[in-house]
């Protein structure tokens, strides 16, 4: 079982920055692959960002790749979200998740294929 809990959304004009944390619970996080999805009102829940158990591999939706940086410390068992030029259409409920797999080289898109998921955090852009 792993819990995961996320924290640094919040309010921010249009070209500012945020960074998401996602902390988990249980000795094992290494062993998880970890992605980043997010859902605005009314939308299907989107990939954004995922990132092998290693940290070797990273994947990036064609909307946030550039601006965009996941990243893992497997000693705190914590995953990030660097957010740079943060746009509106960026506006989400951010939500971190670990998918069990010692894979290497590939990071799953769908979000069917992860196990557990935070609880979600808001981020709001402005114009």
């Known amino acids: 079982q792993v819990q995961l809990v996320e924290s640094g959304g919040g309010l921010v004009q249009a070209g500012g920055s945020l960074r998401l944390s996602c902390a988990a619970s249980?000795?094992?996080?290494?062993?998880?692959?970890m992605g980043w999805f997010r859902q605005a009102p009314g939308k299907e829940r989107e990939f954004v960002a995922g990132i092998t158990w290693t940290g070797g591999t990273t994947y990036y939706a064609d909307s946030v790749k550039g601006r965009f940086t996941i990243s893992r410390s497997n000693a705190k068992n914590t995953v990030y979200l660097q957010m740079n030029s943060l746009k509106p259409e960026d506006t989400a409920v951010y939500y971190c998740?670990?998918?069990?797999?010692?894979?290497?080289?590939?990071?799953?898109?769908?979000?069917?294929?992860?196990?557990?998921w935070g609880q979600g955090t808001q981020v709001t852009v402005s114009s």
């Open positions: 998740a670990a998918e069990r797999t010692t894979r290497v080289g590939v990071v799953n898109l769908g979000p069917t294929a992860y196990d557990y």
């Open positions: 249980g000795r094992t996080f290494s062993s998880y692959a």
